[in-house]
């Protein structure tokens, strides 16, 4: 079982930028691949990011290449999201997720952070 709690979100300028961080409980988070989601009032849920559980790789939304930054500290059993240039259509709750590495679905989910981006 793993536990997510996100945190970092806020209201922020068109342009700037926000840290989302992801506190995972449990003793084998480093085994998970973490991902990043969102989702916008009256919107599906949408994938942001993901990292693998060696940090080896990282997959991003075309919508954010280039903008946002995913990264892992296993030590401190932490997942980021670095969001650069906030747009307001990045506007919405974003939503931390873990699956183990042979899972095809996200298994586990925080209760999500709203950021809010003005224009």
């Known amino acids: 079982q793993v536990q997510l709690v996100e945190s970092g979100g806020g209201l922020v300028q068109a342009g700037g930028s926000l840290r989302l961080s992801c506190a995972a409980s449990?003793?084998?988070?480093?085994?998970?691949?973490m991902g990043w989601f969102r989702q916008a009032p009256g919107k599906e849920r949408e994938f942001v990011a993901a990292?693998?559980?060696?940090?080896?790789?990282?997959y991003y939304a075309d919508s954010v290449k280039g903008r946002f930054t995913i990264s892992r500290d296993n030590a401190k059993n932490t997942v980021y999201l670095q969001m650069n240039s906030l747009k307001p259509e990045d506007t919405a709750a974003y939503y931390c997720?873990?699956?183990?590495?042979?899972?095809?679905?996200?298994?586990?989910w925080g209760q999500g952070t709203q950021v809010t981006v003005s224009s």
């Open positions: 997720a873990a699956k183990t590495i042979v899972a095809n679905t996200w298994d586990y």
């Open positions: 990292i693998t559980w060696s940090v080896s790789n990282t």
């Open positions: 449990g003793r084998t988070f480093s085994s998970y691949n």
